[in-house]
């Protein structure tokens, strides 16, 4: 398994969610957990999701989700998830 | 597992305070390349940057898109080249040969800056390490991106006094000669007491004798996050804020570490350090003259204000030293003026003087850095500014470090501007008593008592 978390933040709106999991439907990324909340009166939602199957790069996945997030007028980030674990767990 | 308030934390960090890191410097040795002949040198330290470095920029393009993390520089630092050219080099135009070279292999491998044209001359100086600091004013006048570094003392050795008169001189020449660019060459070139072997800095970063073939140094920033963090903790006593700071050194510091050990891996080549500093840029909020004041200060430079960076110095340290599994380069909080908006207000107001600057330099990396003086300010008084800091550092155990700019054509109450990183600086005033006959005694300082510590 290879984690990587995916973050939106921007004005809450409907069918976030159902564009965002599509996508990642189309790339076989699969989803291990959702979270959401309101944070400063703006719409935080994480996913975990496994890039393992994936078969486009890294890149290329990142650049599309945040053109998604253009689209629907959220921000939208893709990031491995070491970078978190290193910062918030010894 | 991680939840969503950590991964807000760490992304805020990245896109609200400034969080990134400076740096990934790759570590050349140029030990190999050594020849008698001028162009085959050329030729073969011109192919063994290329080679090891190529894939350089394009790995840190792909960390940074991985974790989303901004890496700002991607640069490359070499053997002190005064020790490369010696054989080959029989003038000092024979090593502004070299310096082109390193130059072109820099800007051919897409890097920000390539360091290590340089002299380690902290007891003597050999015939090559002359030419090379003579070289200095053309090298730097005529390269773009390379840096230069000159090791004139340490806690071992002593001072090497005729170096620092020849300093003085080498830099006012060096501003002569960019003057049409508010003598940018200076910002290019710094004098050590005490020089790392490991520094992924600039201009300071040259690669050490000591050091394997090739190695990954990785320099984090993170002046915004401190401030930030403190925000959060105003009016609360010196634990809390030394526990906050140290809390956040560790985190800004895991992320270079993680950054480090891809890089490492990615290009194959031994991960050597991650110097823990805090790297101000003239960008609004990524200052530490701002940590100080959130500390409680007006101004940098108000009483108080050595005390302050001393504790936040020290508690970055801490902070980042469990966070790395090898910290080494120059590690602590920087305090260029020119590249930090917030020492630019504080010298603009009159908060903060050369003097109280060198002081401040006592308790934190690295020295006098990016200040600009005026053009007439003699070559001797440069020296003299010299010695005080490496003083400083010999007396110390320390790095110190001077990177000063007497701007051509310039005088207080003007102000030079050095574009991108570097930022811009307000000219500041200099003692005008001379110490012309202290500079002119010639010799050496000798090393100082390691005993007897008051």
């Not at chain 1, 994480?46 to 890149?59: G, K, R």
């Not at chain 2, 020849?166 to 710094?190: N, P």
């Not at chain 2, 956040?248 to 350090?273: D, M």
């Amino acid at each position: 398994m290879k984690k990587a978390i995916i973050t939106v933040v921007g004005k809450d709106t409907v069918g976030i969610i159902a564009k965002v999991c599509t996508y990642l439907a189309e790339q076989t990324i699969n989803i291990l957990d959702i979270s959401q909340t309101i944070v400063d009166g703006y719409f935080n939602m994480m996913m975990v999701v496994d890039i393992a199957a994936l078969t486009a790069d890294f890149q290329t996945v990142s650049n599309s989700l945040a053109k998604l997030g253009e689209d629907i007028g959220v921000i939208i980030k893709i990031q491995r998830e070491d970078i978190f674990n290193q910062m918030h767990r010894i | 597992m991680i939840n969503i308030f950590e991964v807000k934390e760490t992304n805020d960090m990245v896109e609200k305070e400034n969080l990134d890191v400076r740096t990934i410097t790759m570590g050349i040795s140029l030990l190999d390349c050594i020849d008698s002949d001028l162009d085959r040198l050329n030729e073969k330290i011109y192919n063994k940057i290329t080679t090891l470095a190529k894939d350089l920029v394009k790995t840190g393009e792909y960390i940074e898109a991985e974790y989303g993390i901004p890496i700002v520089n991607k640069r490359i630092s070499v053997t002190p080249i005064a020790l490369v050219g010696g054989s080959a080099c029989k003038s000092a135009d024979d090593f502004v040969t070299i310096a082109k070279t390193l130059d072109r292999a820099r800007a051919a491998v897409g890097a920000s800056f390539i360091g290590g044209y340089s002299a380690l001359v902290s007891k003597g100086m050999t015939k090559a390490d002359e030419l090379l600091i003579r070289s200095l004013p053309k090298a730097l006048a005529q390269t773009e991106l390379m840096c230069s570094s000159v090791n004139l003392g340490s806690t071992k050795t002593g001072i090497n006094m005729d170096a620092v008169k020849l300093m003085g001189e080498i830099i006012k020449e060096t501003a002569e000669l960019t003057k049409e660019k508010d003598s940018f060459g200076c910002t290019k070139l710094v004098v050590f007491c005490n020089a790392p072997d490991d520094n992924p800095f600039m201009a300071g970063a040259f690669h050490g004798v000591t050091e394997a073939d090739s190695i990954i140094n990785v320099g984090v920033s993170g002046p915004g996050v401190v401030k930030c963090a403190l925000e959060k903790v105003r009016g609360e006593s010196f634990e809390v804020l030394c526990e906050t700071i140290k809390k956040t050194a560790f985190k800004v510091t895991r992320v270079g570490q993680l950054v480090a050990k891809e890089a490492s891996r990615l290009l194959n080549v031994p991960f050597g350090i991650v110097d823990l500093s805090l790297a101000p840029t003239p960008a609004i909020g990524d200052s530490v003259a701002d940590i100080l004041c959130e500390i409680g200060l007006e101004r940098a430079g108000a009483p108080g204000t050595t005390a302050a960076l001393a504790l936040l110095n020290d508690q970055v340290k801490k902070g980042g030293l469990m966070a790395s599994s090898y910290v080494g380069g120059l590690s602590g909080a920087f305090i260029p003026v020119s590249e930090d908006q917030g020492m630019i207000d504080a010298v603009r107001e009159g908060a903060l003087t050369l003097e109280k600057l060198e002081a401040m330099t006592c308790v934190c990396s690295v020295g006098l850095d990016m200040i600009a003086i005026p053009g007439d300010t003699k070559a001797t008084t440069i020296s003299g500014i010299i010695a005080d800091e490496l003083a400083i550092g010999m007396i110390n155990q320390k790095t110190t470090a001077v990177r000063i700019i007497p701007v051509v054509g310039k005088k207080v109450g003007d102000e030079a501007e050095f574009g991108g990183l570097l930022g811009y600086a307000p000219i500041m005033p200099v003692n005008s008593f001379s110490c012309d006959a202290f500079v002119n005694r010639g010799g050496r300082i000798p090393a100082p008592v390691h005993s007897f510590k008051n």
